[in-house]
């Protein structure tokens, strides 16, 4: 079925009222959850809703979702609105309320179709060691397919199809390692957050690199004249030292891939005394 929102006349389309609600919702950050719940998991799930009465849909809420992740996909979660996923479409921005209620509700539908179309390596007969990193090499590549996700807020994470799918998937990475359920889901949620902060490295240095038409070794030649003239080594020896070295190693101040490769280990060491205890 096409429409699936059950839009109700009170949610229909944003609030006509200038001020007041505009400045509520340019202070509120985008996040998951933070719709009416029933409302996005009836989306979530495709439950029937009321028919829409009218002309014959021309659109669908896969559609709507679609066009709404390739746009956050190619400039950013910021430049999402209801208006752009209409031009999109080649829709009014009131038809596009006909299959989703607003952006916080297309925020959840967006990530659990992001979630559900991860790739999922069969896990089974791995080591948990592998199995544990395969999990965060999904979930870095994912990242980088979709930056945006990284930086939006999950506490409350959209419980559809995709994350119920993603979820079970992870958690097998820690079943029957003589864990109990609790740790399992402390464990999987270390995980992601390291993989999650290592990523945002990864994409604020391709941002830096693209907004100032600079390569980081390009900007540390233009800025190194001055820096020696201001900074003292002797004050700072130690930074100066390490600092230095990793410059040197990583021709930048940061290097994605090293602190993956490093962070990681460091990660599946820290399981290994849950998991490898006497």
Do not use: C
Request: proline fraction near 6%; charge should be negative.
């Amino acid at each position: 079925m096409d429409d699936v929102s059950g839009r109700r006349s009170d949610e229909a389309a944003p609030q006509s009222d200038g001020r007041a609600g505009s400045a509520k919702r340019r202070g509120r950050q985008d996040r998951s959850g933070a719709g009416d719940p029933v409302r996005t998991l009836e989306l979530l799930w495709r439950v029937p809703g009321s028919p829409v009465r009218g002309p014959k849909q021309r659109s669908s809420v896969d559609a709507v979702v679609a066009a709404a992740i390739e746009i956050a996909d190619r400039d950013g979660i910021a430049a999402l609105t209801m208006r752009a996923v209409a031009t999109e479409l080649g829709l009014t921005p009131m038809a596009t309320y006909t299959y989703v209620p607003g952006k916080a509700e297309l925020i959840d539908l967006m990530v659990d179709k992001v979630y559900g179309e991860m790739p999922r390596a069969d896990l089974s007969g791995l080591p948990w060691r592998d199995r544990v990193a395969t999990v965060a090499a999904e979930n870095r590549a994912m990242l980088a397919r979709h930056p945006w996700v990284a930086y939006l807020p999950t506490t409350r994470p959209p419980l559809g199809p995709g994350m119920a799918a993603k979820y079970d998937h992870e958690l097998r990475a820690f079943e029957d390692l003589g864990l109990d359920d609790v740790t399992m889901d402390a464990s999987l949620t270390y995980l992601l957050g390291f993989v999650t902060s290592v990523a945002r490295i990864a994409i604020d240095t391709a941002r830096a690199a693209s907004d100032s038409a600079m390569s980081d070794h390009q900007w540390w030649e233009r800025a190194a004249p001055l820096l020696a003239q201001v900074f003292d080594a002797q004050r700072f020896p130690v930074g100066a030292r390490v600092g230095a070295a990793a410059g040197q190693a990583h021709d930048s101040a940061y290097s994605a891939d090293h602190a993956y490769e490093f962070g990681l280990a460091r990660v599946l060491d820290g399981l290994a005394q849950l998991i490898e205890k006497p």
